[in-house]
């Protein structure tokens, strides 16, 4: 009787294997990656209302409180209040100070393994920098948007192109500033560290930006330190757009609005704003290469 051989079953068919993607291996993919950490910080900012609400009261009180205090002592010509004057600084000091503690989600992610996660991710990170700065500027504009609206209270004409410059230029400035902030926040891993060090930088930049007093006859000391803040060339051309749609007599526009001269030679508005924009990519640039060596 002849045995019967069995056949050996064939071997079960293995699901196929995922391809395997190269960090940062395309551009759209690198783009696709700016814009989902872009947008995940509008959809945290928009979520988060209390915040809102509590980064306006800051800039309320230094316009309407501050400013009202310092006009007794302020000698500013008829027609032209103290807070008109300080409204320019206010505004910058919303952008300032939303633009750079939009970093500290940084140090956050870092203390929760989240961005651990985003370091990984397929793409390079230079995207990931990039589109923390997009999302930084975006919400601290909207902010300084925002605060545009207490305009009047200042006494400021609401001049459409006036608010399309302040716009324009709160964008670029914040830009910058976020930058600065995240490259701190690529080397700090401390929540309670972040908020002193960044303390250390805010303050120091925003009172000598000439925000809260006019940069005219300051002493030669003080003058040196107004021209090395790199919020200076900020602030000053938001307010020369405000006092540009003011009547004012030359000689108190002089004294209020007196620009930033480098050995006699003032500086155009244009010129200030390209050493802000300078300052923005050397920024990006060091933001970017920390995070390369996190």
């Known amino acids: 009787m002849a045995s019967v051989v069995a056949t050996p079953a064939p071997p079960p068919s293995l699901p196929p294997v ?10 759209g993919a690198d783009l696709r990656g700016v814009r989902v950490v872009w947008r995940r910080e509008l959809i945290r900012f928009g979520r988060d209302r209390l915040r809102i609400v509590t980064s306006l009261v800051q800039p309320v009180l230094f316009l309407l409180i501050l400013g009202e205090g310092l006009s007794v002592i302020a000698r500013t010509p008829p027609g ?11 505004v910058g000091m919303t952008v300032l100070f939303t633009s750079v503690f939009s970093a500290m989600s940084i140090v956050w992610d870092r203390e929760f393994g989240f961005l651990r996660e985003m370091l990984v991710a397929p793409v390079k990170r230079w995207s990931i920098v990039l589109g ?88 030669s000391w003080l003058n040196a330190l ?12 938001l307010r020369h757009m405000v006092f540009e749609r003011l009547s004012v007599p030359a000689s108190a526009l002089g004294r209020l609005d007196p620009g930033i001269s480098w050995n006699g030679w003032r500086l155009p508005v244009g010129a200030e ?5 300078v300052f923005a990519a050397v920024l990006l640039g060091a933001a970017m290469v920390a995070f390369s060596r996190e």
Not at 80 to 90: A, H, L, W, Y
């Open 18 to 27: 995922a391809e395997v993607r190269e960090a940062g291996g395309t551009l």
């Open 80 to 90: 032209v209040s103290f807070e008109t004057f300080m409204f320019p600084g206010i």
């Open 132 to 219: 923390k700065c997009l999302g930084g500027m975006t919400v601290a504009t909207l902010q300084g948007v925002i605060f545009l609206a207490l305009a009047g209270a200042a006494h400021v004409p609401y001049d459409p192109l006036m608010l399309v410059e302040l716009v324009g230029i709160m964008a670029l400035m914040a830009f910058a500033l976020t930058a600065f902030g995240v490259l701190l926040a690529a080397r700090i891993s401390q929540m309670q560290s972040f908020s002193v060090v960044v303390q250390f930088f805010v303050m120091p930049m925003f009172f000598l930006s000439g925000a809260v007093f006019p940069l005219a006859g300051l002493p």
């Open 226 to 237: 107004t021209k090395i803040d790199p919020l200076t060339y900020a602030v000053d051309p």
């Open 273 to 277: 704003l390209g050493i802000v924009a």
